[in-house]
């Protein structure tokens, strides 16, 4: 039988990495973890306990809230994993700006890293699975046999998630989407625990002017050598 591998993405928000880690996976028939969908997931929890306001995040609350949160994926008709909290589907809920502006505020707290990371290496231990986020290849799967950072030109990242957003009817403006991804992006690299960096056996893919499917095609080059 072929062997399986462990693909993991990394990169700057917006850039087309869950893109890519979909198709992927359903090119090889891997399992894909959205592991920045669980982040999302604990945010939104703690925004609708109220322990994030205008005042800032409770962080002490989160921590001590961890163990009531339960996180899970699950498909939707057209074979498209989704996150349930609690048993309840929030993958739209966890997309809105609203959760974006605070989510790596919350994903700067040791302990819901700590918490999060242990069940994301458990969904990849067997091998066969891609998995995205901005720690994969530095701190979930340091043996990945294939790591790629993804990265591409910030106006047009800004576009890419303006075009999603405004598809789904979000009302949101291309300036505020800018101005979260450049915030995403300062305090996903400059936070202690865990930082966004490229590590030096990453693949670095600039897909600026890449299209979906040729970042796919180059990737599929790519597994094929790590094989
Ligand atoms: O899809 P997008 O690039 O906008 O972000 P995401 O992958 O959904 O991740 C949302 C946020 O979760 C990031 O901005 C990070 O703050 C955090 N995150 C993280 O810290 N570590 C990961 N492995 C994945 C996401
Ligand atoms: O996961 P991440 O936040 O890095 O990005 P994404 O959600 O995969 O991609 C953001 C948007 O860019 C999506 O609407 C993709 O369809 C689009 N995209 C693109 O136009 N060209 C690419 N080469 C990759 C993604």
Known sequence: MEKEITIAIDGWSSCGKSTLAKALAKELNY?????GAMYRGVTLYAKRKGLISEDGVDERAIIDELSNIDLSFSNNENGVAELSLNGENVENQIR???VSNVVSAVAK???VRQFLVKQQR???NNGGVVMDGRDIGSVVFPNAELKLFVTADPEIRAQRRFDELQAKGDNVSLEEVKANLKLRDE?????EESPLIQTEDAVVLDNSNLTPKQQLEKSLLLVEERK
């Open 96 to 98: 809105s700006i609203e």
């Open 109 to 111: 707290i040791k302990e």
């Open 187 to 191: 305090m996903d690299a400059s936070r």
């Open 31 to 35: 399992v894909y973890v959205d592991s």
């Open 122 to 124: 458990k969904m990849g």
